[in-house]
């Protein structure tokens, strides 16, 4: 994520805003072109969720909703006590997940009806308020339908949850990422000998059955060594799994580096040796402002995992000091970063070509 500036002031906004802090403006995020415009300037109107999920971005031209709003099919029921509040939490999650795609240049299209398969849409659900007996909504993904249990916007609920399934991190931009990744694998890697196998090399035969993958998992846990090739516990239950959880660290790791770019924030002795490389060649000495595109997708991984490192090992421990939990609970390994930089490689290649590759090329 990156910060915004108001367009009547030059004011700093933030993802979030919906009116200038400074002029009183109301404004709008327009997620083409991935910053602020002024609410009803030039044919620009708010989305029709706005005062239902206090959702700040502008309409499409010509339509109702939003680019964001537009993906959902059904939305919990508002006459539900404590449901609004829940949706608007769900909605602020899923616009940063949406953001991460837009700037990746990925495919954010909606499913146009049940059979569309290429199309992504969202139910959010809660589970029925019948008590025990009803259905349980639970969250997953399935042919580019994202279902979410709303009970996750509550952070008790989520926190008792995560404690149950073991999880050392559990939040609904995770949620979101997470099951993202689980579409974007059929888009860009199922259909796709090359790119198959390439996958099958680092994250195993995703033929295994699934249903007794998740079954043997959730009976017996992972194995007490999970940590040297996996990121999460949960990432052995099948490769697909892996896949979600490595595609979403992928997303936490560079989003939060781009706010770091975007904030200046230096990264310790790392960020000031390229600073001064960077500075001495071309201003003598005067140290410059981080350029504004960040681009941390088209950077080679192992700089994105240098930074990384340093951030996360630096926030874990600010944290600490406040009495928080860390920041980052993850170790990544040596097998687990050559996933990530699988990640990071076809992420740079839809950046730079589009989703359609070159048939010569493994990506
Ligand atoms: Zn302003
Ligand atoms: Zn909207
Ligand atoms: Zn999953």
Not at 6 to 23: D, I, K, M, S, T
């Amino acid at each position: 994520m990156k910060l915004f500036d108001c367009p009547h002031c030059g004011h700093r906004l933030y993802f979030e805003n919906a009116q200038c802090l400074n002029c009183a403006s109301p404004v709008l995020y327009d997620p083409a072109d991935a910053r602020f415009v002024l609410s009803g300037a030039g044919g620009v109107f708010q989305c029709t969720n706005a005062d239902e999920c206090a959702c700040n971005w502008m309409a499409e031209p010509g339509h109702a909703f939003c680019r964001a709003c537009e993906l959902n099919q059904l939305i919990p029921d508002l006459s539900v006590d404590g449901n609004r509040r829940r949706w608007i939490r769900v909605e602020a999650a899923k616009k940063r997940a949406i953001y991460s795609l837009l700037a990746a240049g990925l495919p954010v299209v909606p499913k146009r009806n049940a059979g569309d398969e290429a199309g992504l849409a969202f139910d959010f659900l809660a589970d029925p308020i019948g008590g025990p007996g009803g259905a349980r909504i639970l969250t997953g993904h399935d042919n580019g339908l994202i279902t979410l249990n709303v009970a996750e916007a509550d952070s008790a609920e989520r926190e008792r949850r995560r404690v149950e399934m073991g999880e050392n991190y559990r939040t609904l931009l995770g949620h979101f990422r997470h099951e993202l990744g689980h579409y974007y694998w059929d888009r860009l890697i199922r259909d796709d000998p090359q790119r198959l196998a390439a996958f099958r090399a680092l994250f195993g035969d995703e033929r295994v059955d699934y249903e007794q993958a998740l079954k043997t998992y959730h009976a017996k846990g992972a194995a007490p060594d999970w940590q040297q090739d996996h990121i999460s516990a949960y990432a052995t239950s099948h490769p697909w799994e892996d896949w979600a959880e490595t595609w979403a660290h992928h997303l936490h790791i560079t989003d939060t580096l781009e706010m770091v770019h975007a904030l200046n924030f230096p990264l310790g002795r790392l960020e000031t040796v390229e600073a001064n490389e960077l500075s001495r060649s071309d201003t003598g000495g005067e140290l410059q402002p981080a350029p504004s595109e960040p681009a941390a997708v088209l950077e080679p991984f192992e700089k994105v995992l240098a930074r990384w490192l340093v951030l996360s090992e630096a926030s874990n421990s600010i944290n600490r000091c406040m009495g928080l939990p860390d920041l980052y609970p993850f170790v990544i390994s040596e097998v687990t970063a050559r996933k990530l930089a699988f990640v990071h490689e076809l992420l740079t290649v839809v950046k730079e070509t589009g989703t359609k590759r070159e048939p010569a090329e493994a990506f």
